[in-house]
């Protein structure tokens, strides 16, 4: 405190007991109290007010951002255990019982014959736990039964059927333009996709769980899985039995949970809630199938967030809902790195369910890191969303070479290119904004030093956005 403030502060409180010896009336020294009783009452309530002010814009403001300032020093990024193969051949013996430890030489795309298991009469795909689930399925399937037995083949003496997996998988993340970038690789002519677009099975219906979060269901089986990729097998077993060069053709599959959500991880292992997982959707994908090429598409975190809200919030949306809804999951986010490890906080089931926002689905770089752990990078192709729309012909190109697609016609380049965006944002959702430039600010503040990771780790400066 100044000098001079405590010599005033002295003055003013010297005033009461001045004032009455210069005015000895009694009535005039009640009138005096009561005024200086009223300045005090009014003075106070001000004050008081002021200060709730304060507090109010505290909470919303600098508060909040001590909050965000706060997680980030609790980030730090530690290298993973990653388990043997033998510990996952102990997790699911079935899954490397059915995939063999090496593809058919001469075929591009993994496929292997599969000796024939169960009644041949009876329709293969009539159990199929993804029929149910879409039209086109089921069309596909029944398409697919009629021309089962003419599929099969006599080899080694026994009734063989030819199995695949996809080549290539689009692994991310949610609203980042997977499904456009999707839409136009099908166009390829060497590409053959099959429907759905998303199985989501190695992150989820392998272990039954339908939707993110819910406790599982029935177990969607590898073989219900592989039946996807069909289609694509009997196109392939064609061309080797002909003499088409559809050893050329390659198929793929684009679940935006693959990359992210390992959360069912706790239904394969016996430990405490706050544990990291031993296990992550990636190592499994790798060990069956080491050489596979994944293909990560992001964009501005921020962004994500807020698309992520739109499009698969329910009621309520509208700016001021999301930014109460980041400010609650922010302080969840934080309690949970009070206890926990980073990692352990993005693969947990519990976080994720109490969180309203997807908070964690932005943070990249703890994906990228752990897919890295398995993969090499240059099976990993990281791609921007804002770089895709800008210049998609450029994009595409660069996906292709990635694939080792060999290159398209200008008549099929500009079908690529010119193909509308899919999976945009809704109408309804558009005419609700932009968020406000506060939650903006917040969002920028907590995601900054996961993109300055992710940046150096993938030694490019537009990822920090
Ligand atoms: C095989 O499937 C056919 C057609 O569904 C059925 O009629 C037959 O009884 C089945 N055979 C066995 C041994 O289950
Ligand atoms: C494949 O090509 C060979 C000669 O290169 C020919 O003898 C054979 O008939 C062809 N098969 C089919 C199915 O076209
Ligand atoms: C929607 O908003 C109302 C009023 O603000 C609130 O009572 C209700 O709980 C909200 N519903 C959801 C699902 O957030
Ligand atoms: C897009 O990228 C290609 C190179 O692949 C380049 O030739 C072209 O000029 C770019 N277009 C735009 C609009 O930047």
Not at 171 to 186: F, H
């Amino acid at each position: 405190m100044s000098r001079s403030e405590f010599t005033s502060g002295s003055l003013q409180l010297k005033v009461p007991h001045d004032a009455p010896q210069r005015s000895p009336s009694h009535a005039n020294l009640a009138k005096f109290c009561g005024f200086i009783l009223l300045v005090f009452f009014i003075m106070a309530s001000y004050l008081l007010s002021g200060e709730r002010k304060t507090l109010l814009e505290d909470l919303s403001e600098s508060t909040l951002r001590d909050l965000v300032r706060s997680i980030g020093t609790k980030v730090t990024f530690r290298a993973r255990r990653v388990p043997a193969v033998s510990e996952l051949l102990d997790l699911d013996p079935h899954m490397f019982s059915v995939i063999p430890q090496h593809f058919l030489p001469d075929v591009k795309n993994p496929c292997w014959y599969e000796e024939l298991r169960g009644n041949v009469s009876a329709n293969p795909y009539g159990s199929n736990l993804f029929g149910p689930l879409s039209g086109n399925m089921r069309i596909a399937f029944e398409r697919l039964s009629t021309t089962f037995r003419q599929r099969l083949i006599l080899r080694d003496g026994k009734l063989q059927r030819l199995r695949c997996l996809p080549y290539f998988y689009i692994i991310g993340q949610p609203k980042c333009g997977t499904t456009d970038l999707y839409e136009r690789l099908r166009l390829h002519p060497d590409v053959h996709l099959t429907p759905p677009k998303e199985p989501h099975w190695w992150s989820r219906k392998r272990f039954g769980i339908i939707r993110p979060g819910d406790p599982p269901l029935t177990r969607f089986p590898l073989d219900h899985y592989l039946d996807l990729f069909d289609p694509v097998a009997q196109r392939i077993q064609h061309g080797l039995l002909g003499n088409s060069s559809s050893s050329d053709i390659i198929t793929g599959e684009a679940s935006a949970s693959t990359m992210w959500d390992s959360l069912a991880w706790l239904y394969l292992h016996d430990i405490s809630r706050e544990a990291e997982p031993p296990s992550l959707v990636q190592d499994f994908i790798h060990a069956v199938q080491p050489d596979a090429r994944l293909i990560a598409i992001l964009r501005d975190p921020v962004e994500r967030l807020y698309s992520d809200y739109l499009y698969f919030g329910t009621s309520n949306k509208s700016a001021l809902d999301f930014h109460q809804k980041v400010c609650k999951s922010l302080r969840l986010f934080d309690a949970c790195l009070r206890d926990a490890g980073l990692r352990a906080c993005v693969y947990s089931s519990a976080l994720y369910n109490a969180m309203s926002v997807r908070l964690q689905v932005g943070l990249y770089v703890v994906f990228i890191l752990d897919w890295l752990s398995v993969f090499s990078r240059d099976q990993l192709l990281v791609l921007r969303l804002e770089d895709h729309t800008a210049n998609l012909t450029h994009s595409m190109s660069r996906i292709f070479h990635f694939l080792r697609l060999g290159p398209v016609s200008e008549q099929t380049e500009r079908l690529i290119s010119r193909r509308p965006a899919s999976n945009t944002r809704h109408q309804s959702d558009r005419n609700l904004g932009p968020m406000e430039p506060s939650t903006r600010e917040l969002l920028r503040l907590f995601y900054a030093p996961f993109n300055q990771k992710l940046s150096a780790v993938l030694q490019d400066e537009s990822f920090t956005w």
